[in-house]
């Protein structure tokens, strides 16, 4: 059997036991969906997935946020003066070194809130990147990072107790308002986070968006980088422009121009008094399964590398 076969059927029995187990679950507590191992050495997912180590070349993100991959990544360390990495199992604390170097910066930051002495650091990328086993679209070239909503306020936590902890919703009504979790270190980390000239966005529920608009004094140039989106009140995740330079890096259009506060508004609205559904809307189309010869052309010299 090749090694690329051999990882393969590894990934595959691994994703089967963490799954059965529920070790393999996502922040709040709840199971990660199953993966089908049959398919996995067919499809992008499969093989980025089975590599548990960054690819031997110079650092560069490929691509875009949701269809791409990273060379030469980075791994944040499972644990730091300010932060410890969650869900060691999944392999995905790794990134671009500048989004390691930035989410040590948070970290540091977010030990100055009274109750945090540091950040719990979610998701970021697999080992080269490319489409995940489970969960997101995005987080494929090394630039997006998922930080918990709980409060670091242990940074001593066991392997096991990384695995089963869970983080706290932040949301109340759909996501129409924050509920008492959220508290005024929540927006000082989030303000914080997009007041980095790194940052490209910030999405987080709508009603968290809403509280901060309300809340905000003074400068509020770094709400426009704040941006509503379905979820994100068990963590906000932060996504960070191309580095510069790097020219196969391809970046998201910038936020519309001003605070996005009416935006976000809108979408409060939506979810207190939902428009009656489009009769005309074309029914939602299957998502195929990315393969690598959907990604840059870089990324199958990057599963390749050693």
Not at 145 to 171: C, G, K, Q, Y
Request: proline share 8%.
């Amino acid at each position: 059997m090749s090694s690329v076969r051999r990882s393969l059927s590894l990934i595959a029995t691994l994703v089967l036991c963490a799954c059965a187990g529920g070790a393999d679950t996502n922040i709040d507590g709840t199971r990660l969906p199953d993966v089908d191992p049959a398919t996995l050495q067919n499809i992008a997912k499969g093989q980025f997935g089975a590599k548990r180590r960054a690819s031997a070349q110079a650092p560069a993100p490929l691509g875009g946020y949701a269809r791409g991959c990273i060379a030469g990544a980075e791994q944040l360390a499972e644990t730091g003066p300010t932060w410890q990495a969650m869900r060691l199992s999944r392999n995905r604390n790794w990134g671009h070194p500048e989004l390691v170097d930035y989410v040590q910066d948070l970290s540091r930051k977010a030990a100055a809130q009274p109750g945090w002495a540091g950040l719990y650091v979610g998701d970021m990328s697999q080992p080269r990147g490319g489409p995940m086993l489970t969960g997101h679209r995005s987080h494929q070239i090394g630039l997006d990072a998922d930080i918990w909503m709980l409060p670091a306020n242990n940074l001593n936590l066991s392997v096991t107790e990384r695995e089963n902890i869970s983080s706290i919703s932040t949301r109340r009504a759909n996501g129409a308002y924050t509920n008492s979790n959220w508290t005024r270190a929540h927006h000082e980390i989030i303000k914080a986070a997009a007041s980095d000239r790194r940052t490209a966005r910030i999405f987080v529920f709508p009603g968290a968006k809403v509280q901060m608009c309300k809340d905000a004094k003074g400068d509020r140039s770094w709400l426009r980088k704040v941006r509503p989106w379905w979820g994100h009140h068990y963590h906000f995740h932060v996504r960070l422009n191309c580095p510069r330079g790097d020219s196969a890096c391809v970046n998201q259009s910038p936020p519309p121009p001003g605070d996005g506060c009416a935006d976000a508004q809108q979408w409060v609205d939506n979810i207190l008094n939902p428009p009656p559904p489009d009769p005309n809307a074309p029914k939602p189309k299957p998502r195929r399964e990315l393969r690598v010869a959907d990604l840059p052309q870089q990324c199958a010299g990057v599963l390749a590398s050693r």
